[in-house]
């Protein structure tokens, strides 16, 4: 659905850019931001192989990112922030984005970024993980879990041994907001 702009009755500018890269993608996106490569692995590992296994193309946007390994051992694909940032080629916009409440409160660039995609509806799910509190989403988040398959945990289990934070494999918890509501593909988050 695009959305009014406030200006007039047409849609904003980058809704019509969306929607005419989603007419052109062939795999649902998922990026996930966060401050560590450890991080990703740590509270999302199970959830984006699950993805990455059933088709999805996901990348993790990470603030540190000196060994990669724990990612590649998952599937997922790694940029470092810095160059994302800096980078003026931009992609199709994802279907869904997870991020870490650490880094949306201490990067100013991803907190107004992510506030801009949520103000104007241009991404189907947000997700975050993280004890921070998300105050400036007036409590539009859910409480969900991930179960991993026995596939994902085995993964999980060495990506975590690799980057050196060796942790028990259980379910994952987020919080999350489905902008476009029964968009294909998001079975996987279950009421917590």
């Given amino acids: 659905m695009l959305r009014?702009?406030?200006?007039?009755?047409?849609?904003?500018?980058?809704?019509?850019?969306?929607?005419?890269?989603?007419?052109?993608?062939?795999?649902?996106?998922?990026?996930?931001?966060?401050?560590?490569?450890?991080?990703?692995?740590?509270?999302?590992?199970?959830?984006?192989?699950?993805?990455?296994?059933s088709g999805w193309e996901v990348t993790a946007i990470v603030a540190e990112h000196s060994d990669t390994r724990p990612l590649d051992i998952l599937g997922v694909r790694v940029v470092d922030l810095e160059s994302a940032f800096a980078s003026?080629?931009?992609?199709?916009?994802?279907?869904?984005?997870?991020?870490?409440?650490?880094?949306?409160?201490?990067?100013?660039?991803?907190?107004?970024?992510?506030?801009?995609?949520?103000?104007?509806?241009?991404?189907?799910?947000?997700?975050?993980?993280?004890?921070?509190?998300?105050?400036d989403f007036g409590g539009r988040f859910d409480a969900v879990q991930h179960r991993a398959s026995r596939a994902a945990q085995v993964f999980k289990a060495r990506a975590l041994s690799v980057a050196g934070h060796p942790a028990p494999v259980g379910a994952e918890t987020f919080r999350c907001c489905e902008i476009q509501p029964g968009a294909d593909g998001y079975r996987d988050l279950l009421p917590a």
Avoid: C, K
């Fill in 88 to 135: 003026r080629v931009r992609g199709p916009m994802p279907n869904a984005l997870a991020v870490d409440t650490e880094l949306f409160a201490a990067d100013d660039r991803v907190r107004s970024g992510l506030l801009d995609l949520f103000d104007h509806e241009l991404i189907d799910q947000v997700t975050f993980w993280g004890d921070r509190p998300l105050d």
């Fill in 4 to 53: 009014e702009s406030a200006l007039g009755t047409r849609p904003h500018p980058r809704s019509r850019a969306v929607a005419a890269a989603r007419e052109h993608r062939r795999r649902y996106q998922l990026v996930a931001l966060a401050p560590t490569v450890a991080d990703v692995v740590r509270y999302a590992g199970g959830w984006l192989f699950d993805r990455v296994t």
